[in-house]
């Protein structure tokens, strides 16, 4: 039993029919109006009416045919299916390139849906290999998506932690609150600090929450174990120093003063031990004060600084190497006065230290170290710039208590840089590109 006719083929069929209708008409008239056999008008006009028919039919059918095919890819399209085209998409034809631009709308469609497949197939191969928690809520905080790293955290396979509420998981409390923070969280699959981020966004129209949290504890240990062995092995290394020309001086002014009789230097050998001794203590006791003006910096007190009026008044400090001032931008600082001029008397000693050490014979009046700032974005970047030997070996530059003079403490480069980035900036040192030499870049915000 043939399906019922749609109404546009109804509509499409009774066209046909009264587009042939006054055609036929006039020709069945005409017909029986000559004189002839019966048999041959009753035939002529059956053969009008099949051909009349079959024309109608046939122009039908070339109508309703390609709408059914073009109907039947676009619902390939909606299913997802992408694989079916239309035949007879030819150029220089309406309905060729109806065709055409559907055939071609299924390629890009079935681009476009390999793309997404791969990317999500990428996405959540990156996903399951994050060391880092990542959960989705939606508007309701119930959990829609959740890595391998969370199910290790909360130590529940993914079906027990999907459409379950963040109450219920104890994760409501990092839904609230700033976007980034970091946390003291307890999980039972790790205990510690936690980086918390989240954010938001849309699937099928609907919010959703995208939380992320980072254990940071392991990576803050393995810093501080990296910290001490420095601290230890520096420590270690200025403390043998000391301890032991003050052990092995000590051992030999026991065994001279357990001598019977004493000899007749004695007085003067124990002289010069106690002295090296006392040498030996008093460097000590400045390695440690420098050691406790490193650990206790107190945070600064921010005040308006006036930039030249405070590296004019440092450059004059130095006498040994002339300084040259090249004046940039008027600028204030909203910074503290003390610490700033100190790291900046620390950048020009070194310089100076630098330069004198390479041009030991260096004429009055000729520049050698070069001082200048400029503007850059919402930072003030102030530069120093000596004639010495370089930089040879950049990786000990800010290490604690590392130091190549012979009376250096090791922490001048270390004390600048934490006052740069206690103040917001930053402190680099590098080797000059356009002769020999060495160039600070200190950056300082504006506010």
């Known amino acids: 039993m043939s399906a019922p006719q749609s109404r546009f083929e109804r509509r499409l069929r009774w066209l046909t029919f009264l587009v042939g209708l006054p055609g036929s008409s006039v020709a069945v008239w005409l017909l029986w109006r000559h004189e002839a056999d019966p048999k041959v008008r009753w035939t002529l006009c059956l053969l009008i009416a099949g051909a009349w028919a079959a024309l109608g039919a046939t122009l039908v059918h070339r109508v309703v045919f390609p709408l059914q095919t073009l109907a039947n890819l676009l619902g390939g399209l909606r299913e997802g299916d992408f694989s079916t085209r239309a035949r007879g998409a030819i150029r220089n034809d309406a309905l060729g390139e109806v065709l055409i631009e559907a055939n071609a709308l299924a390629a890009t469609l079935r681009e476009q849906r390999l793309g ?5 197939a990428l996405l959540r191969t990156v996903m399951e290999e994050l060391d880092t928690a990542v959960f989705a809520f939606d508007a309701s905080q119930r959990l829609r998506l959740a890595n391998r790293a969370a199910e290790n955290l909360l130590r529940r396979p993914i079906a027990q932690l999907l459409d379950r509420t963040a109450a219920e998981l104890g994760l409501e409390g990092c839904l609230t609150g700033g976007s980034a923070v970091t946390v003291s969280l307890a999980f039972p699959g790790a205990i510690g600090r936690f980086g918390v981020r989240r954010s938001t966004f849309r699937q099928a129209g609907r919010p959703h929450q995208l939380l992320v949290l980072t254990d940071l504890s392991r990576a803050l240990r393995e810093e501080e174990r990296q910290a001490w062995q420095r601290l230890v092995r520096v420590l270690g290394h200025e403390l043998n120093n000391s301890l032991a020309p003050i052990k092995s001086i000590a051992g030999s002014l026991e065994s001279l003063l357990g001598r019977d009789p004493l000899p007749d230097d ?4 124990a ?12 460097a000590l006791t400045r390695f440690m004060d420098a050691y406790s003006r490193l650990a206790k910096l107190p945070p600064p007190r921010r005040q308006p600084v006036d ?38 008397i620390n950048l ?10 390479a041009v030991p014979d260096i004429v009055a009046g000729d520049p050698t170290i070069w001082v200048a700032w400029r503007l850059v974005g919402a930072e003030v970047e102030l530069t120093l710039s000596d004639s010495g030997r370089g930089i040879a070996n950049a990786t000990n530059l800010f290490v604690p208590f590392f130091t190549t003079k012979p009376k250096g403490s090791g922490i001048g480069l270390t004390l600048c840089r934490q006052i740069a980035e206690n103040h917001g900036g930053s402190l680099v040192l590098e080797n000059r590109t356009d002769r020999r030499g060495c160039i600070a870049r200190l950056r300082l915000p504006l506010s």
């Open 307 to 344: 930039l030249a009026h405070l590296t004019e008044r440092v450059a004059a400090i130095e006498t040994r190497v002339p300084v040259v001032v090249r004046p940039g931008p008027a600028l204030q600082l909203s910074a503290d006065a003390d610490q700033l001029e100190q790291l900046l």
């Open 116 to 120: 997404a497949v791969e990317a999500t």
């Open 271 to 282: 002289r010069h031990g106690l002295g090296v001794i006392a040498s030996r203590a008093e």
């Open 348 to 357: 020009l000693r070194n310089a100076a230290d630098a330069t004198l050490e």
């Open 266 to 269: 004695w007085l003067d050998d």
